[in-house]
């Protein structure tokens, strides 16, 4: 299929009974900045959090599951992505399987599509789950437990040479790295860097020139910039700026980020101030400067993506269960086009060209 001919597809993910929609299927139209549904799936309990393999078109996502003994687990599903050529789409289920022994909160995979880790926030532990080839979950391959006072990893987020997985963890203040270990099919612990205490590191970005990471803490309401060692795998923070605006007093807690496709701009979101914070990023020392806060039209922005192309933003409110739609400008600054979705609890925006 030529490039030119590709429609821009939304996924999104949310809080839902398994009796209800849980994940939804849009195209987007990206003269008009509107988006129209294609599918829905339902049967999923909680499929907040998604993950597009552009490439095999399959969509992978999280639900509530049940564990050989009974208690609690977390169960990855995938999706066959259909596309008919005329602008419509379609979801059909391939199989369901558990990948985690408690309820999780991240999906994400390698870039050959070998294998699905999950991050169980509650249970404290990451999983390392095969894929087969046709796209569909294979087995529950390793499961690391957290230590410490009350582990929370939220996220799991490759480097971009794929040598190592990053685990930001809420709990012990720390991001974990891990390598996959092929021959073993194992998750193997490489070192870890600490945050502040009661900083609460939640998801992670790294610039596209490979040279730094950020992550956003959930709890004390900063972005940590740090400068990355490809080689070693290894963080050493730069700095520390806050998400929120010099006179703001009220509740917050912070949950994505994310960066410009160029490495210029940087986003994170406020959940209370209800914002997107926006920086820009220096390439060559990896510093933040503030550009400004927008709002996001809504409570409790759980997630947003800045779509391919970097033309639009979506922003994910929980509360006011509305997706919004943003269009960028050369500023950086996301701009509110008028123009939002209803959905209920939406978590999760992925987007991508098919």
Request: with cysteine; hydrophobic share 35%; net charge negative.
């Amino acid at each position: 299929m030529s490039l030119h001919t590709k429609q821009m597809f939304v996924f999104i993910g949310s809080y839902a009974e398994a009796s209800a929609s849980g994940v939804y299927m849009y195209a987007f139209d990206e003269e008009n900045g509107t988006l129209s549904l294609k599918d829905e799936a339902a049967g999923l309990r909680n499929p907040t959090f998604l993950n597009v393999d552009t490439e095999n078109r399959r969509l992978y996502a999280i639900a509530e599951g049940v564990t050989a003994e009974g208690g609690k687990g977390g169960d990855a599903v995938s999706f066959e992505i259909g596309i008919d050529g005329n602008g419509g789409g379609s979801l059909r289920q391939l199989n369901r399987k558990l990948a985690i022994t408690a309820p999780s909160c991240h999906i994400q995979r390698d870039a050959n599509s070998e294998y699905v880790l999950l991050a169980s926030y509650h249970g404290g532990r990451v999983s390392l789950v095969s894929l087969e080839e046709n796209g569909e979950i294979g087995e529950l391959l390793d499961i690391q437990q957290h230590e410490g006072e009350a582990p929370h990893p939220h996220s799991l987020f490759f480097s971009p040479d794929g040598r190592f997985v990053f685990v930001p963890d809420l709990g012990i203040d720390r991001i974990r790295v891990y390598t996959i270990n092929k021959e073993s099919r194992k998750l193997e612990f490489h070192g870890e860097t600490a945050v502040e205490a009661g900083a609460g590191p939640r998801h992670f970005v790294f610039h596209p020139n490979g040279q730094f990471g950020y992550v956003i803490n959930e709890l004390d309401s900063t972005i940590v910039a740090f400068r990355y060692d490809a080689e070693g795998g290894r963080l050493e923070a730069v700095e520390t700026v806050s998400t929120l605006p010099a006179h703001y007093e009220g509740p917050n807690g912070c949950a994505e980020i994310t960066m410009s496709a160029d490495g210029k701009f940087l986003y994170g979101s406020n959940r209370g101030h209800d914002s997107i914070v926006v920086f820009a990023a220096d390439g060559e020392t990896g510093t933040l400067k503030l550009v400004g806060h927008v709002s996001t039209e809504g409570k409790h922005p759980r997630h947003f993506a800045i779509l391919p192309g970097g033309r639009y933003l979506l922003a994910a409110n929980k509360d006011t269960d509305n997706v919004v739609v943003f269009r960028m400008e050369s500023s950086g600054l996301p701009v509110y086009t008028g123009y939002s979705i209803e959905l209920p609890g939406p978590v999760c925006v992925q987007a991508a060209y098919l």
